[in-house]
């Protein structure tokens, strides 16, 4: 169920309905993978038991304001009278990225600083003398013009080759990642709602890459029972299935994934909440859950260790704590010589950023 405090609404003069019940109506849209009807039909019990709207603004107005915007859609689809457009998806993924990554700090569009200092775009806090071959578009000329007085004077003044200097740089990387979304029936079991906020976080990501890495690439996979591609506007619509969780299948079709891609850099990030349990033997499926099943996990460990020596790191997001799981990611990561995180729901997303962020630093 959802984990949500209300309380009576404070009728503040410049608060703006819209705007109020829009932030509400999204995180709603979510949950209901984007079944619009179910969604309004929310906010009218809550707006019956909270008081959302008043009489000057009523909920009436409200779904004329997301059809006049443009958010809603009448056109038929599935049998549903309205339906998310484009623009609502776009701002769905800029909700969450602000709800989930709000210390992201303004950074230059499209690359990934390393720790190499190198020829690249960034520059750092340091300069060096100029080398034949160096970029002339990165000269300081304040420190070449101080040497240049300080080598010749003032009434001398002339600018040598021996005078300048050039701004150092890191070195940017372009990186290629396949996010993995675990799918199965575990992510809603026991009433826990676990794959909103996987949700959630796979959109703050698209979100992130496509407006600020521009030059690097995002393949989502979903994996169950087996694994398939997604597009990035298919994310607020994903549905947990009467699946088991087949995570060979999910690092299987990631690699193909990368393999075509021409980046050095490459990475696996993949969001579950359990160990794997099945995997496929020809056309047929092997399925065990209970315990950690020999074949499932030697085939998923061989694959770890595969992608290790092809130089792919894969992040694991254990949204989960049991002792047992925490085995299988434990060896999962040291046979990739990866990353694991074990996180809380409302602490997934900062890792995932944090994570982003820092693993981007290795083939120039």
Known sequence: MLNWTFSKKNNNPEDNPFDRLFKLFQEILIHTSGNVEEALSWMTQLDKQYDLTDENY???DFIQDLKDQGYLSEKQRGGAEMNPTSKLEISLRRTALSDIFEDLQKSKSGKHNTKIIGRGDEYTEESKSYEYGDPLDKLSMTESLRNAQINHGIDNFKLTQQDLEVHETFYQTQTSTV???DISHSMILYGEDRITPAKKVAMALAELITTQYKKDTLDIIVFGNDAW???I????YLQVGP???NTVAGLELAM???RKRKNPNKQIMMIT?????CIKKGKKYYKNAYGLDKNILNRTLGLATKCRKLNIPITTFMIARDPYLVNFVDQFTKANNGKAFYSSLKGLGEFIFMDYKSNKRKKR
Do not use: N, R, V, W
């Open 58 to 60: 009523g909920l009436a």
């Open 179 to 181: 996010l993995m979304i």
């Open 229 to 231: 591609q997604i597009q």
């Open 233 to 236: 506007k298919d994310l607020p």
């Open 243 to 245: 699946y088991h969780t």
């Open 256 to 258: 193909d994934i990368l």
């Open 273 to 277: 909440d359990g160990k794997p349990t």
